[in-house]
Each structure stands twice: as C-alpha cells, then as structure tokens.
C-alpha cells in the first residue's frame, strides 16, 4: 500500500542522547516535510524538502537536522535531545513543493524526552 | 508573515444539524487553502483545497468550504453531521507565487453528539 512510513511509532528518550526519526515515502513524491504538533500549538513545521537533495529550515528548526539523500527518505536528527523535544513528530511528502497539490502524512512518532 | 486563525478550540453539534468550523487567514498575495482532518492517533488527511475558481470548494465525505476573499475566511461547512465526523480540524494556508510552505492553525475540536 502507498503511502508514507514513520518509525518508531513512539520513543522514550534520555535528554542529551541523540535521536533519528526515519520517514519513507513510495509515492515518488518530490516535496517532503517534518511537523511537530504540540497541544494548542497546531502543526509547526521543522524542515523541509522541496527535492532530493535540498532541504530548507521551517518554523522551529533549532535542535533538528534533516538529509535528503534520495526522493524516498527524510530522516530527521536530534543532536542532544531536550525535554522541550517532548511532542508528535510527522512526515509529509506532496507531489509539488509549492502548494498546488495536498500533503499526504504518516502516521506520526510520539517522542517523550525525559 | 502568513497566519492562519481557528478561533474556535471546540465546537459541539448534534447528529443532522449542520456544523461550520470557522478559519481566517492573513497571507500576502492570493491565498492558496486547505483543510485536513485528524482522527484520534493517525496522521493528516486532506479534505479539500482552493486555488483558484469557484468560491465553493467541494471535498471528501460531504464536506465544503466558502472562500471569502474580503472577509480573509474560509470556513468548513456540512449540510448534515454524522458522529464519524467527530475529530481534529485544521486550516492552512500558502502565498500562492512562492516556495513558502504551508502554515497550519492551531485545530478545532469537532465532537458530533448523538
């Protein structure tokens, strides 16, 4: 079935230790993103990747690093995890990287840093 | 800068009636809008979308949203709600003309009551 993978599907994680979200896509899509959505917040975007190989800083990109070594994957890094980190975390991918066409998201990945 | 305002957190509707959920947004150049839907531990799901054209914008499982230009709102309508509609909402918006990336409210809680 088509769609977008994430994993873990949630974390229990040590501030200070490092942390890599994966994201998997096989939709061939060209655009990809990374969201938190915190309560009372909404969705704030992190990063995000009109195309392989580039990628661009969102809202809230402090703390995260993110690749886009090839169309499928998007995997995004936190350096030294924070307890602010503390949130659900999605992917998204869209055909387009400029609005025309809708987002498709996974599943999310429910990250606790204690 | 874009913004996009949900002022309503909660909105409760008994089963037939119609149900709006209100969105308002500030963005520089035509708007391109969306609304997505978010069920208890899953991802995003598009609902619907305005470019360009007719004001009324028809989506999945009956829903609808007006684009108000001179009133910046785009509101989600059903004529009829159903229990299963009970769920997170959110509104986005993009500049239309940019490679900006979308930017999300902060989510209306609709609970259908039967």
């Known amino acids: 079935i088509a769609g977008i993978t994430q994993a873990p599907t949630s974390q229990i994680l040590a501030a200070g230790r490092r942390m890599t979200l994966r994201c998997t896509q096989d939709m061939r899509h060209n655009a990809m993103y990374w969201y938190r959505q915190d309560l009372g917040l909404g969705l704030r975007l992190i990063h995000y990747?009109?195309?392989?190989?580039?990628?661009g800083k969102g809202e809230v990109p402090d703390g995260y690093s993110v690749s886009r070594a090839n169309t499928d994957d998007f995997p995004l890094t936190l350096a030294s995890a924070v307890p602010s980190q503390t949130s659900v975390y999605f992917c998204?991918?869209?055909?387009?990287?400029?609005?025309?066409?809708?987002?498709?998201f996974g599943q999310g990945t429910r990250l606790t840093v204690v | 800068a874009q913004s996009v305002a949900q002022p309503e957190d909660q909105v409760n509707v008994a089963e037939g009636n119609p149900l709006t959920v209100k969105c308002t947004y500030s963005?520089?150049?035509?708007?391109?809008l969306f609304w997505y839907v978010q069920y208890p531990n899953r991802g995003l799901q598009f609902l619907l979308k305005y470019i360009t054209g007719d004001n009324l914008v028809k989506g999945s499982y009956g829903f609808e949203a007006e684009f108000n230009k001179s009133q910046t709102s785009f509101h989600l309508k059903k004529p009829s709600a159903l229990v299963s509609d009970s769920a997170l909402y959110f509104c986005?918006?993009?500049?239309?003309?940019?490679?900006?990336?979308?930017?999300f409210g902060s989510g209306t809680q609709l609970t259908v009551l039967p």
């Open positions: 963005v520089s150049g035509n708007p391109y």
């Open positions: 998204a991918s869209s055909a387009d990287g400029w609005g025309n066409t809708e987002a498709f």
């Open positions: 986005a918006v993009r500049p239309s003309g940019s490679a900006r990336q979308l930017t």
């Open positions: 990747s009109n195309t392989a190989g580039t990628t």
